[in-house]
């Protein structure tokens, strides 16, 4: 196969079955049998098409047969035998007999019977049509370049990767950017789009939009976008049909309304469940959603009012309509109540709507946890937000279960994640970085893997390593983002970072902002009064959550700081000294950082020269980092707090 310019990830057939002495070129030895699918399917289509590349060389039949009794999108693999209800679900068992086969599981040995945990299952792209990538990090867009839409090769292989791990929807353009959404629902872009979405289809992946809620002023020439005024709401029921007329097969719109600058309801007086409706009912007839973010918040604080605060702000503008979203609508909420920190309380939206569909939005773009510079295993982070006890309803109250639906019983569910994609040759900028990529998608699929089976299972189809190499590389996965952790921010407080960037430290960028992102730091302590006598926002929590958040003995320290303004003698259950945790975590954590770059260094050898070089290059930068983090806070609190290093290490 020739060398096509980018990376095929876990989808290197070729270099698998070099490494396993087969004739690659040998497609013909696969033979495919189909029983009850209609081979024309063009999902079906793509399966057969994926068995023959990925087992070319073995002499295997394989049947991918229909069974209506397994659940939707759902597969069971009995040795060489595939069945399932509907197309999708036989993809995803024939992804499954490929993982098992390029991990070594001879055929008599593969078994499984899986259904999928959430019903979406969705990327969200942050790409803008000049091909700039907002919080992009691996590159420039392979979606769009100078302002048009680019649909090749490289885009059937990242909807073959993305149907790989079972994800369903894709979100292609950024929510954030108003420009980038209003121009691909207008003539000039539908026929790309339409192209885009086919490949998609063939691949059992549904295409979505960012919309712009002020299209009707932005496009439409309306002096106003109040969603319930009639001259707006007809030019949507135009323009939806015109966008339907021409992409049959769109799911649906993500919307970003009232947010960071971003007109929407609020701007009439309206509530957001009366922009997020008229949508939706508008867009019902054509079968499709409106995913609505719940990102919205006072972005102009005044850093003097310890009153307000943004991580109320979901809750409080959200709450009240409980119950009154229609049936195609969905709100969409970040893990945590203020953006993608290292480190946050779960978002209380999540399981304080009882009577509304939601979905979990998680960023696997690395913003606030490195740019996939720093080593960063995110899945770990996943695991906790989705084990997390809401106490919204007795056997059924955790993260997950309202997620996936089976707390409210609605099948309008799921997970999104922000993507970490880009042009560069290995997709990820940093190749250890598409452990996230893979891992969102298999998570989300089957919430009940482990973090380290899903590092296991990333680390044995993306390299060739011996059985004591493979576990070092999980092992660096697994405790990358306790080190991240360490050396940055400590005990949930988060925010210190280089302002705009996001990348660095600096202790004090954000805390005279308007962004309400504060640490609140003084001679005495440091932290946010979360509590009862504070901004309250502990009290948004069902009991016993609420009382143990707002009791600073109860609360889990690893959030200490997120609830508490604490003095810096405070003594953790350790033993240690508030200020002298923050210096301990720091040496630490950089320390650790130091010694994962030196672990890398056995790699050698052992994978491709190329990727040897691009991760040491990133480990080089992440020491680096983690140094300047260290010694910045360090010297930061020292100088507040006066309190030397017990251990009488240099803080500047």
């Given at each position: 196969?020739?060398?096509?310019?980018?990376?095929?990830?876990?989808?290197?057939?070729?270099?698998?079955?070099?490494?396993?002495?087969?004739?690659?070129?040998?497609?013909?030895?696969?033979?495919?049998?189909?029983?009850?699918?209609?081979?024309?399917?063009?999902?079906?289509?793509?399966?057969?098409?994926?068995?023959?590349?990925?087992?070319?060389?073995?002499?295997?039949?394989?049947?991918?047969?229909?069974?209506?009794?397994?659940?939707?999108?759902?597969?069971?693999?009995?040795?060489?035998?595939?069945?399932?209800?509907?197309?999708?679900?036989?993809?995803y068992g024939v992804f499954h007999l490929i993982r098992a086969r390029l991990m070594g599981q001879e055929y008599a040995d593969i078994a499984a019977d899986h259904a999928p945990s959430n019903p979406l299952r969705m990327m969200n792209h942050w790409d803008n049509m000049d091909g700039s990538i907002e919080r992009g990090y691996s590159g420039r867009s392979f979606?769009?370049?100078?302002?048009?839409?680019?649909?090749?090769?490289?885009?059937?292989?990242?909807?073959?990767?993305?149907?790989?791990?079972?994800?369903?929807?894709?979100?292609?353009?950024?929510?954030?950017?108003?420009?980038?959404?209003?121009?691909?629902?207008?003539?000039?872009?539908?026929?790309?789009?339409?192209?885009?979405?086919?490949?998609?289809?063939?691949?059992?992946?549904?295409?979505?939009?960012?919309?712009?809620?002020?299209?009707?002023?932005?496009?439409?020439?309306?002096?106003?976008?109040?969603?319930?005024?009639?001259?707006?709401?007809?030019?949507?029921k135009d323009k939806i049909k015109e966008v339907y007329d021409h992409l049959p097969?769109?799911?649906?719109?993500?919307?970003?309304?009232?947010?960071?600058?971003?007109?929407?309801?609020?701007?009439?007086?309206?509530?957001?469940?009366?922009?997020?409706?008229?949508?939706?009912?508008?867009?019902?007839?054509?079968?499709?959603?409106?995913?609505?973010?719940?990102?919205v918040y006072n972005c102009t604080q005044d850093w003097r009012d310890t009153k307000t605060d943004r991580a109320r702000a979901g809750y409080d503008y959200f709450k009240g309509l409980d119950g009154e979203y229609h049936e195609n609508v969905i709100l969409q909420i970040k893990n945590g109540p203020m953006d993608f920190q290292i480190r946050e309380p779960i978002s209380p939206l999540l399981g304080g709507l009882t009577k509304t569909n939601q979905m979990l939005e998680v960023q696997i773009a690395?913003?606030?946890?490195?740019?996939?510079?720093?080593?960063?295993?995110?899945?770990?982070?996943?695991?906790?937000?989705?084990?997390?006890?809401?106490?919204?309803?007795?056997?059924?109250?955790?993260?997950?279960?309202?997620?996936?639906?089976?707390?409210?019983?609605?099948?309008?569910?799921?997970?999104?994640?922000?993507?970490?994609?880009?042009?560069?040759?290995?997709?990820?900028?940093?190749?250890?970085?598409?452990?996230?990529?893979?891992?969102?998608?298999r998570l989300a699929?089957?919430?009940?893997?482990?973090?380290?089976?899903?590092?296991?299972?990333?680390?044995?189809?993306?390299?060739?390593?011996?059985?004591?190499?493979?576990?070092?590389?999980?092992?660096m996965l697994l405790r990358s983002r306790e080190i991240y952790e360490k050396y940055t921010s400590p005990l949930g407080i988060g925010w210190m970072v280089t302002p705009h960037d996001h990348y660095g430290p600096s202790v004090d960028g954000y805390e005279y902002s308007r962004w309400g992102t504060y640490h609140r730091a003084d001679h005495l302590g440091l932290g946010v009064d979360r509590t009862d006598k504070g901004t309250g926002y502990a009290q948004q929590y069902y009991s016993p959550n609420a009382e143990m958040y707002n009791d600073p003995n109860t609360c889990p320290e690893n959030l200490l700081l997120f609830f508490h303004h604490i003095p810096y003698t405070w003594k953790l259950k350790s033993g240690q000294s508030l200020i002298q945790y923050i210096y301990d975590s720091h040496f630490e954590g950089c320390k650790e950082a130091e010694e994962l770059a030196e672990t890398w260094k056995e790699f050698e050898g052992k994978?491709?020269?190329?990727?040897?070089?691009?991760?040491?290059?990133?480990?080089?930068?992440?020491?680096?980092?983690?140094?300047?983090?260290?010694?910045?806070?360090?010297?930061?609190?020292?100088?507040?707090?006066?309190?030397?290093?017990?251990?009488?290490?240099e803080i500047y």
């Amino acid at each position: 196969m020739a060398n096509k310019g980018w990376s095929q990830l876990w989808l290197d057939y070729e270099e698998k079955q070099k490494a396993a002495g087969k004739a690659c070129a040998d497609q013909e030895t696969v033979e495919v049998k189909i029983d009850g699918f209609n081979a024309d399917c063009r999902i079906i289509k793509s399966a057969v098409k994926e068995l023959k590349r990925a087992l070319a060389g073995d002499a295997v039949k394989v049947t991918l047969a229909k069974n209506e009794k397994i659940a939707k999108e759902g597969y069971v693999v009995d040795k060489n035998v595939v069945s399932a209800s509907d197309c999708r679900g036989a993809l995803y068992g024939v992804f499954h007999l490929i993982r098992a086969r390029l991990m070594g599981q001879e055929y008599a040995d593969i078994a499984a019977d899986h259904a999928p945990s959430n019903p979406l299952r969705m990327m969200n792209h942050w790409d803008n049509m000049d091909g700039s990538i907002e919080r992009g990090y691996s590159g420039r867009s392979f979606f769009y370049v100078n302002d048009e839409i680019v649909v090749d090769e490289r885009t059937v292989d990242y909807a073959r990767f993305m149907a790989s791990i079972g994800i369903n929807g894709i979100v292609i353009n950024n929510v954030n950017v108003k420009w980038a959404a209003t121009d691909l629902i207008t003539t000039r872009f539908f026929d790309k789009v339409k192209e885009l979405s086919d490949v998609f289809e063939d691949y059992g992946i549904r295409l979505y939009l960012s919309l712009n809620f002020a299209s009707p002023i932005e496009l439409g020439g309306l002096p106003i976008c109040d969603p319930l005024d009639e001259s707006v709401i007809n030019w949507w029921k135009d323009k939806i049909k015109e966008v339907y007329d021409h992409l049959p097969n769109l799911g649906g719109f993500l919307v970003k309304a009232d947010s960071e600058g971003r007109p929407g309801p609020f701007t009439y007086g309206r509530t957001q469940a009366d922009g997020a409706n008229m949508l939706g009912d508008i867009i019902a007839p054509y079968g499709g959603i409106i995913i609505w973010r719940c990102f919205v918040y006072n972005c102009t604080q005044d850093w003097r009012d310890t009153k307000t605060d943004r991580a109320r702000a979901g809750y409080d503008y959200f709450k009240g309509l409980d119950g009154e979203y229609h049936e195609n609508v969905i709100l969409q909420i970040k893990n945590g109540p203020m953006d993608f920190q290292i480190r946050e309380p779960i978002s209380p939206l999540l399981g304080g709507l009882t009577k509304t569909n939601q979905m979990l939005e998680v960023q696997i773009a690395q913003e606030y946890t490195g740019h996939q510079i720093d080593l960063c295993y995110l899945i770990p982070m996943f695991k906790e937000i989705l084990g997390f006890k809401t106490y919204c309803k007795e056997g059924a109250d955790t993260v997950a279960d309202v997620v996936s639906g089976r707390t409210m019983g609605n099948k309008l569910a799921g997970m999104a994640a922000v993507i970490n994609t880009g042009n560069d040759f290995n997709w990820t900028g940093n190749d250890l970085a598409a452990a996230n990529l893979y891992g969102f998608g298999r998570l989300a699929y089957d919430t009940d893997l482990s973090a380290e089976e899903i590092a296991r299972e990333w680390v044995r189809l993306t390299f060739n390593l011996d059985a004591e190499l493979e576990d070092k590389l999980v092992d660096m996965l697994l405790r990358s983002r306790e080190i991240y952790e360490k050396y940055t921010s400590p005990l949930g407080i988060g925010w210190m970072v280089t302002p705009h960037d996001h990348y660095g430290p600096s202790v004090d960028g954000y805390e005279y902002s308007r962004w309400g992102t504060y640490h609140r730091a003084d001679h005495l302590g440091l932290g946010v009064d979360r509590t009862d006598k504070g901004t309250g926002y502990a009290q948004q929590y069902y009991s016993p959550n609420a009382e143990m958040y707002n009791d600073p003995n109860t609360c889990p320290e690893n959030l200490l700081l997120f609830f508490h303004h604490i003095p810096y003698t405070w003594k953790l259950k350790s033993g240690q000294s508030l200020i002298q945790y923050i210096y301990d975590s720091h040496f630490e954590g950089c320390k650790e950082a130091e010694e994962l770059a030196e672990t890398w260094k056995e790699f050698e050898g052992k994978v491709s020269e190329r990727s040897f070089a691009n991760v040491s290059e990133r480990f080089g930068r992440q020491v680096y980092n983690a140094r300047e983090w260290r010694d910045q806070v360090n010297s930061y609190f020292y100088r507040k707090s006066g309190i030397e290093d017990e251990k009488g290490r240099e803080i500047y």
